[in-house]
């Protein structure tokens, strides 16, 4: 479930389309803070369980980069025990791209912008 600043991932209904996948349940939270050195950086926080392991992890990207979140999102939920295949970013992909317009107006960003290598990760 998307709102601004906010995605729900979680497959705890046990739907049959989901039968197979781990039991998880994740928010994905992000906002735009102001760093006065590096200027303005995406603020994400992933909070979730897989198979009834809690976790909560806190990241920043970026400007630049930032558009780049569905993957650093999957890796620290693998990381976590959720496999990169039921990434809870990519799984409804109309609500992901709801979550990119989002973050590119919050950053005021526009499409050809340079990207700074030394930010890739």
Do not use: C, W
């Not at 600043?5 to 979680?10: A, C, E, P, V």
């Not at 735009?32 to 897989?50: F, T």
């Not at 920043?60 to 558009?67: I, P, T, Y």
């Amino acid at each position: 479930m998307f709102t601004p600043g906010h995605l729900h991932r979680s497959n705890l209904d046990r739907s049959e389309s989901l039968r197979l996948a781990l039991p998880f349940s994740i928010d994905f939270y992000y906002e735009v803070r102001q760093d006065p050195q590096e200027g303005p950086m995406l603020h994400m926080r992933l909070i979730g369980e897989v198979q009834d392991r809690h976790f909560e992890e806190e990241f920043e990207l970026h400007r630049d980069v930032a558009f780049n979140f569905a993957s650093v999102a999957t890796r620290i939920a693998a990381k976590h025990g959720l496999p990169p295949s039921a990434s809870p970013i990519m799984r409804s992909h109309d609500e992901y791209d709801k979550v990119f317009a989002d973050i590119r107006q919050q950053l005021h960003a526009t499409s050809g912008e340079p990207v700074n290598l030394d930010h890739i990760s």
